[in-house]
């Protein structure tokens, strides 16, 4: 009776030091796993962008998959090799055409600064002045040209666009391995669809792995819609503004270099567009300063404004609702807080990847923690 007494207690003790092992163990294997992803971010980054592109690259797949010679399909190899060079030729095509012409631009600001600039223009800004001295909005012994001057250089370096794209040559090495460690691991991706998932599932405990299967579809279906989504977009603002802008005035080079830049600013949400808007402002001043002011710039600035106003009115009202609301299936007001919470924690990095990630981690909530009311409230919107 007397063993028996004292024997519980040790088996107690034992079953404590296994969990308090299994919580020791724990913490060691996430710290483990914490600091191989810090250390090999790079690769993971690749991997990760190779699995997206693989998403994108899917229906064109499935679409060869379709495809008999000889009552023979293709095989898997050439699937993923043609898919790879078809994503490949669309870039090439992109960027070997406005590249150039993005190039030839920015030279044609390496004469330019802001004392120009300011000099050209003394006649609007000297009554600029004398309307906010009557006004009491400038002291009456400022110049309005030196502030005007001071403003601007403290404001807009034009040394950084001359300095721009030799910056870009330096890092060439490290985009062109980035590139070819991607292609390889894109080619392998599409190769065999099931890759990526194994990864993730080699990782995953056996019993949850249903749960991780049914995410990595949702996950793939929704981010497909929303970065195809985000590339028409893109091209959309591109090509209204382009056409827009040629339309009232500017030559198509310079159309088209705005229309690059406001549609790759259009990415960063809520700020970009008006980032972009700016930009293609200031290069309409920049690049006609030789026009008089009040009838002829001015007017081409109005002209200008108008254009690539109408063109966000579209965005917000035709693009986004398709790429936001159908691709990931979220209420506006929630996309809103999500991109102010990710922007006051990453900047304008983390508002870029605030919508991906936030479908990500929604579709994760959903397998895997949907008893909560909080959850089911978040992830209702999926089922749809």
């Known amino acids: 009776m007397v ?73 898997n190899a050439l699937k993923a090799g043609i898919t790879v060079l078809c994503l490949w030729g669309l870039f090439i095509l992109f960027f070997s055409t406005i ?15 802001v004392t120009n600039i300011v000099n050209e223009l003394q006649t609007p800004i000297e009554d600029a002045g004398n309307f906010m001295k009557r006004h009491g909005l400038l002291e009456e012994d400022k110049d309005i040209q030196v502030s005007m001057t001071e403003a601007l250089s403290n404001t807009f370096q034009i040394e950084e666009l001359k300095t721009w794209f030799s910056r870009a040559v330096g890092t060439v090495s490290d985009i062109f391995v980035a590139l070819f460690s991607i292609t390889f691991i894109l080619f392998f991706f599409l190769k065999d669809s099931r890759l990526f998932s194994g990864m993730v599932m080699a990782v995953v405990p056996s019993r949850y792995e249903e749960q991780a299967r049914n995410a990595l ?126 922007g006051s924690i990453a900047g304008i990095p983390g508002m870029i990847l605030a919508i991906p990630s936030y479908t990500v981690l929604r579709v994760i909530l959903k397998e895997f923690f949907n008893k909560y009311k909080l959850v089911k409230k978040l992830t209702q919107s999926l089922n749809e």
Not at 30 to 55: C, E, K, M, Q
Not at 104 to 113: C, H, M, N, P, V
Not at 225 to 250: A, S
Not at 273 to 283: Q, S, T
Request: a neutral charge; charged letters at 10%.
């Open 3 to 75: 063993q028996k007494r004292y024997g519980r207690p040790n088996l107690y003790n034992n079953r404590g030091m296994n969990t308090t092992t299994k919580y020791i163990l724990g913490i060691v294997a996430l710290g483990v796993t914490i600091f191989f992803s810090w250390y090999f971010f790079s690769i993971i980054i690749y991997i990760l962008i190779a699995a997206v592109i693989s998403f994108i690259g899917k229906p064109i797949i499935d679409l060869l998959g379709k495809v008999k010679f000889k009552g023979y399909h293709l095989p």
């Open 99 to 113: 590249i150039p012409l993005a190039m030839r631009e920015f030279q044609s600001l390496e004469d330019i600064s």
């Open 217 to 342: 579809d949702s996950i793939q279906k929704l981010l497909v819609r929303y970065f195809v989504g985000l590339l028409l977009e893109v091209l959309g603002v591109m090509t209204l503004n382009t056409l827009g802008l040629t339309i009232v005035g500017l030559s198509f080079n310079n159309a088209v270099v705005i229309g690059l830049i406001t549609g790759i600013l259009n990415v960063i949400p809520y700020i970009g567009p008006l980032i972009g808007i700016c930009f293609g402002l200031l290069v309409g001043i920049v690049l006609n300063l030789n026009m008089e002011f009040y009838h002829e710039m001015l007017p081409l600035l109005l002209y200008m404004t108008l254009v690539m106003l109408l063109t966000q009115l579209i965005d917000n009202v035709v693009f986004q609702p398709c790429i936001y609301g159908n691709s990931v299936h979220a209420h506006p007001l929630e996309i809103f807080l999500v991109i102010l919470i990710a």
